[in-house]
């Protein structure tokens, strides 16, 4: 069965500062990978996919992903972080064409100190 | 920008109540969605529509149902909502192709006392 694990519940970081949030994976076949924001009281929003190809993706809002096949990551990043970006992350794992076997992560919530 | 709304927004009401949650979407997508969230947990897929009156349950039991009659419009009903209903709801569509991408409305937050 495919399972995605989000590791830090909440992280906290100061505006301008750099960004990651983990992301492992478990699935049995070639995974298409996502992550998903949620600003609150908003429904969740794409920022990025991986298919295939470059194993960095580059999403909105100047986010990027890296995947890493060899230790089923897919690690969501930001250089400088703005106040606008905290908000509820999400990672997800599934097949390609449909969202009906997507597996979503429990989320990061992210603070940003002034 | 996703064209997905969901009403009301917010709901409480009491239990035994009859309850229907409305989704619509304007971007004519055959695919459509309910997700179940609580907090700190993830999303949980508890009906998928791939078309007009097709509908399926999701991994998560749930007692709701779900109709889809017109394309635009997936709306959700409790006949009996318990404060185990409590949760988010969200609606969500994508396309056929490329169907993988999902748009989200903003959610309806339920309240059973």
């Known amino acids: 069965a495919q399972s995605v694990t989000q590791p830090d519940i909440h992280i906290t970081v100061s505006e301008g500062a750099s960004l990651e949030l983990r992301c492992n994976y478990s699935y049995g076949a070639t995974p298409y990978l996502f992550w998903y924001v949620q600003s609150p009281g908003q429904g969740l929003q794409l920022l990025l996919k991986y298919f295939s190809g470059d194993t960095l993706v580059q999403g909105i809002k100047g986010f990027e992903a890296e995947f890493k096949r060899s230790q089923s990551s897919f690690n969501l990043r930001k250089p400088s972080v703005h106040w606008s970006d905290a908000a509820e992350y999400f990672c997800?794992?599934?097949?390609?064409?449909?969202?009906?076997?997507?597996?979503f992560g429990s989320g990061t919530q992210l603070t940003v100190l002034p | 920008e996703a064209d997905i709304y969901q009403t009301p927004r917010y709901l409480v009401i009491g239990t035994g109540k009859k309850i229907t949650l409305e989704c619509s979407q304007t971007m004519g997508h055959d695919k459509m969605y309910w997700y179940q969230q609580d907090p700190g947990m993830e999303l949980h897929l508890i009906h998928y529509s791939y078309g007009v009156n097709s509908t399926e349950k999701g991994d998560l039991s749930s007692e709701s149902t779900v109709s889809r009659i017109r394309t635009e419009h997936f709306p959700l009903t409790l006949e009996s909502a318990r404060p185990s209903h409590t949760s988010q709801y969200l609606c969500?569509?994508?396309?056929?192709?490329?169907?993988?991408?999902?748009?989200f409305g903003s959610g309806t937050q339920l309240s059973v006392l």
């Open positions: 969500a569509s994508s396309e056929w192709v490329g169907g993988e991408k999902l748009f």
């Open positions: 997800a794992v599934g097949a390609r064409g449909s969202a009906r076997q997507l597996t």
